[in-house]
């Protein structure tokens, strides 16, 4: 069965600090991934997304994410976190032979000055 | 606008209530997609349309749901026999072909009452 997994829940970091959110996924297809974030009473804004080659991609807002295979993950990178980067993620995996989305449960992430 | 439009923003109702949520891609966009959102929770796939056609809504939860596309741009949400259970943001997306990245509305608050 398909799904996504995002281990955790809630993160605290530091402005200024370095920020990994994790994402693994289940899918019997060749995926693609995909991170959006979340703000409070919005939509999802798409952050990047991976659907081949390199497999470290660059987003907006200073992110970038590593899809490992061998790990099934796609994990969410930013060297410095800003305050304005609090907001909640989502890591969602489709595929080319499928026209469902399907997302992890999100991870809110919280900066402290 | 630019966007995927949302409207209304939100909605509150009593159980047993019709309600219609009303989604408007961005222009050009053939694919578009509606979900839903409970607290805590990423969004969970419901319907997805290419043109007018709703060409899986494998995520439709029940009969009491349904959704149209009639002009291939402008979608409705239809709900019927509204239950406290179906409270929750109701999300739209569209893209420019299947399998392309998904740009979301807003989305509309519904709460049941």
């Known amino acids: 069965a398909q799904s996504v997994t995002q281990p955790d829940i809630h993160i605290t970091v530091s402005e200024g600090a370095s920020l990994e959110l994790r994402c693994n996924y289940s899918?019997?297809?060749?995926?693609?991934l995909f991170w959006y974030v979340q703000s409070p009473g919005q939509g999802l804004q798409l952050l990047l997304k991976?659907?081949?080659?390199?497999?470290l991609v660059q987003g907006i807002k200073g992110f970038e994410a590593e899809f490992k295979r061998s790990q099934s993950s796609f994990n969410l990178r930013k060297p410095s976190v800003h305050w304005s980067d609090a907001a909640e993620y989502f890591c969602?995996?489709?595929?080319?032979?499928?026209?469902?989305?399907?997302f992890g449960t999100g991870t809110s992430l919280t900066v402290i000055p | 606008g630019a966007g995927v439009s949302q409207t209304p923003s939100n909605k509150v109702t009593e159980k047993g209530k019709y309600v219609e949520l009303r989604c408007d891609p961005i222009?050009?966009?053939?694919?578009l997609y509606w979900y839903r959102q409970s607290l805590g929770q990423g969004p969970e796939f419901l319907i997805y349309?290419?043109?007018?056609?709703?060409?899986?809504d494998s995520g439709l939860p029940n009969d009491r749901f349904f959704a149209v596309r009639p002009e291939g741009s402008v979608s409705t949400l239809k709900i019927q026999r509204t239950e406290r259970g179906d409270s929750a943001v109701y999300l739209c997306?569209?893209?420019?072909?299947?399998?392309?990245?998904?740009?979301f509305g807003d989305g509309t608050r519904l709460s049941i009452l």
């Open positions: 997306a569209s893209s420019r072909d299947s399998n392309q990245p998904q740009h």
């Open positions: 899918y019997g297809a060749t995926p693609y």
């Open positions: 991976y659907f081949s080659g390199d497999t």
């Open positions: 969602a995996v489709g595929a080319v032979t499928s026209n469902q989305f399907y």
């Open positions: 222009s050009g966009h053939t694919a």
């Open positions: 349309f290419q043109g007018t056609g709703a060409a899986d």
